[in-house]
C-alpha cells in the first residue's frame, strides 16, 4: 500500500519505498544538480506533472539570469547549502519572480532547497519575504508532499478530512503563509480608513461581550478575517455556483440568489474588500477550498481548521474548548433516541460539530423512514437549530450546518433559511430564539 495522500494513478510508478529513499537522499544535501533531479523525480511521480511541463535552466535575458526549474507558479532555486548560499538566493530570486509575474501577469513562489531544508518566499513590493519552511525527514516523507502540495498540484478531489483542510489551509500551509502577508499589507494600508476601523471596532466589541474581558488584537483580528473568508468560500461551492465576484461571496448574494438565506452575511470582515488585492485574495482562496469535494464531509472540518490557526495558548487563555467529532457523534445518537419527532437546541453551538451530527442523524433517520429527501431538509431546518455569542463561531457553524445537509440540499422543497443565530443563551431577556 502506498503512502496516504500519494495519487492513486501514481501507484504503479512510485513504490512505497521511493518517496522515503528520495527523502533520505535530500536530506544528505547531496548538491545542486542531484537536488534538482530528486525534487523532479517529486514532481512527476508524487504530483503527476508530465516531464515536458517542467522546465530546467530557464533563460531570463532581462536580468541576465537562468532559473534552475520553472514549474507552474513556482520558481525552484537549487543550492548545494543553503546556510552558505542564501546571500545568492536573496540576491538572485527576487530578480527571477519578478522577471516572471512580468511576463506573464501571475504571481509567483519562490521555493529554494538544498535538500535538508525547503524555504518558500514571495515578492511584496519588491521585497523578497519568507513564508514557509519545511525540513524533511525520511520518517515522515509524507510531509514534504503536504507541504509543497498547495504549491504544485492541481488536483481537484481533495478529500474533506480535517487532516486534509489543515494541510492544505491551516497555519503551517503555504496557502495560510500567503494570505497572512497579504492580510498584514491590507491592515497596514487600510487600518486607517474611517469604516474599516468601525468594522474593526464592532469585531472588537462583540469578542469583549463574548469573552467578558478585552481580548482582541490584531493579529486575531487578521486569523479571524482569514478562517472567515475560507469559510464563506466554502459555502459558495455548497451549490457549485460560479465563484467568481469576491463581493457575492463574502455578503452571501452567491448563494441567497439561489435560495439558500442567512448562511452567510455581510460583516466587519469584508474590509478587506476595499482594495482590488483583497478582492484577489477572497478569489485566491475560493480557488482553493474549490478543489475540495464538499460532498463527501463527515464531520466538523472548519472547526480543526479555527484549531489549527489559533494558538493553543491562546484558546486557552480565552477557555475554548472543542468537543472531539466522535464524542459528538456518541452523544448525540445517545441523546436523539427518536431522531425524527425530537427538536435539537445546542445554545452554545461553537463550530457546530453538535448541530453537524444531530442534521446527519436526521437525515439517516428520514431515508430509513422512505421519506422524500426534500421533506428530510425541511425538518433539519425546523428542529435543528444552535445559538452562540462568539460572532466568528455562529459565520462557522452556520456553513457546518449547511455542508452537513450535504448533497440533499439540492432537493429543498422552497427556499431554506440556515437556523444558527448570534446571541447569548445566558440573558434572560432572549425569551424565544426560533421555536415556535
Partial sequence: M??????????GTWRQHDLPEIVARLVTRPRHESVRTLVAEILRHGFGV?????????????????????????????????QHEMREVMARLPDYLSERERQ??????????????FIAYELREGILVEIGRHEPNPARAQAL?????????????LSPDP????????????????????LERLWTELRTRSEVLLKRQLWDGLLREAYGTE?????????????????????ARVLEQPANDAAAILSGRVIDEAGIHGAIESDFFDWILEVSDGRELVLRI?????????????????????????DPAQRRDLGEYYTPDWLARKVVVHALTDPLRQRVLDPACGSGTFLF??????????????????????????????LDVHPVAVIIARVTWLLALGPTVTERLSDLHVPVYLGDAMQWNLRQVGFA
Fill in 357 to 386: 451530527h444531530a442534521v446527519r442523524r436526521k437525515l439517516a433517520a428520514a431515508e430509513e423512514a422512505g421519506m422524500s429527501q426534500g421533506e428530510a431538509v425541511a425538518a433539519c431546518v425546523q428542529q435543528v437549530r444552535g
Fill in 145 to 157: 508532499l503536504d507541504w509543497l502540495e498547495p504549491a504544485v498540484s492541481s488536483r481537484d478531489d
Fill in 104 to 117: 506573464t501577469g501571475r504571481q509567483f513562489l519562490g521555493i529554494a532547497t538544498d535538500g535538508a531544508a
Fill in 2 to 11: 502506498a503512502e496516504a495522500g500519494i495519487l492513486p494513478s501514481m501507484l
Fill in 215 to 235: 481580548v482582541g488584537d490584531d493579529s486575531l483580528f487578521l486569523q479571524h478575517t482569514y478562517l472567515t473568508v475560507v469559510a464563506k468560500t466554502i459555502a
Fill in 286 to 310: 475560493a480557488r482553493q477550498t474549490a478543489r475540495f469535494r464538499l460532498r463527501d464531509v463527515q464531520v466538523d472540518v472548519l472547526k480543526s481548521l479555527y484549531e489549527s490557526l489559533i
Fill in 50 to 82: 508530465a516531464y515536458h511541463e517542467i522546465d530546467h535552466e530557464v533563460q531570463l535575458p532581462e536580468i541576465h539570469g537562468r532559473a534552475d526549474t520553472l514549474f507552474g507558479s513556482v520558481v525552484f532555486e537549487f543550492k548545494s547549502n543553503l
Fill in 163 to 182: 487532516l486534509t483542510v489543515e494541510r492544505e489551509l491551516g497555519r503551517s500551509s503555504l496557502s495560510f503563509g500567503r494570505a497572512r502577508g497579504m
